[in-house]
């Protein structure tokens, strides 16, 4: 069984500072992570994918990959307002005969404080 | 921009009702999705389809069956609605790319089986 965890929150960070999301996997041969950032009564919107160890960067988000210890992480900075969401973690093996749904962590409520 | 249009966004219906959701994409992706979302449960894979009337089962499909017809089009189908179906249905697509699985998700159909 697929497993993917995440602190539910809320994370309460103030405007202009580092928010830290973390996620941890069990599947070992999982190949494929994401971050979605979900808005209340909206859908999930992709921020970040990541597939290789190290850091990726994209503005002000940078995602973290370390397979060794089952560990993704996002970081948000100079965080605002308009980040305030719940972020989704993901993962996603590649089954060969085509793509396999993803397996979605429970998500971290992220508040910002002005 | 990738597009993922679902029929409606608010639904309801009575039980033993056969229910269609439908979901269309207009990025020619193989690979079409169908998971619901419930609080404290997050989201959950009912089935999904990586080639025109190919189906998988997800995590969940006990309920549910599926039509691809047309590469864009993927339908859910709830044969005997009820209440404990009454949730938030999200249709996502991606690419098939290797092992890439980039989902890109509809707004999403939010279902009341009464």
């Known amino acids: 069984q697929k497993e993917v965890e995440q602190n539910s929150g809320p994370l309460s960070v103030p405007e202009g500072a580092i928010a830290s999301l973390n996620c941890t996997y069990s599947?070992?041969?999982?190949?494929?992570f994401f971050w979605y950032r979900q808005y209340s009564g909206k859908s999930p919107e992709l921020i970040m994918s990541i597939y290789s160890n190290g850091d990726k960067e994209d503005g002000r988000f940078t995602a973290q990959l370390n397979k060794a210890s089952q560990y993704v992480s996002l970081l948000i900075r100079d965080s605002q307002p308009s980040d305030s969401a719940t972020y989704l973690c993901?993962?996603?093996?590649?089954?060969?005969?085509?793509?396999?749904?993803?397996?979605f962590g429970k998500g971290t409520h992220l508040i910002i404080q002005p | 921009d990738v597009k993922v249009t679902q029929s409606s966004r608010y639904l309801v219906k009575r039980t033993g009702e056969k229910v269609f959701l439908e979901c269309v994409q207009d990025m020619d992706h193989e690979n079409m999705f169908w998971y619901r979302q419930d609080p404290g449960l997050g989201l959950r894979l009912i089935y999904f389809?990586?080639?025109?009337?190919?189906?998988e089962k997800g995590d969940i499909p006990e309920g549910y069956s599926v039509s691809r017809e047309k590469k864009e089009r993927f339908s859910l189908i709830l044969e005997s609605a009820s209440t404990n179906q009454t949730s938030m249905y999200l249709c996502?697509?991606?690419?098939?790319?290797?092992?890439?699985?980039?989902?890109?998700f509809g707004p999403g159909t939010r279902l009341t089986v009464l």
């Open positions: 389809s990586y080639d025109v009337k190919m189906k």
């Open positions: 599947d070992r041969v999982s190949q494929s």
């Open positions: 993901a993962v996603s093996v590649y089954s060969g005969g085509g793509a396999d749904g993803l397996t």
């Open positions: 996502a697509s991606s690419l098939l790319r290797e092992d890439r699985n980039e989902q890109f």
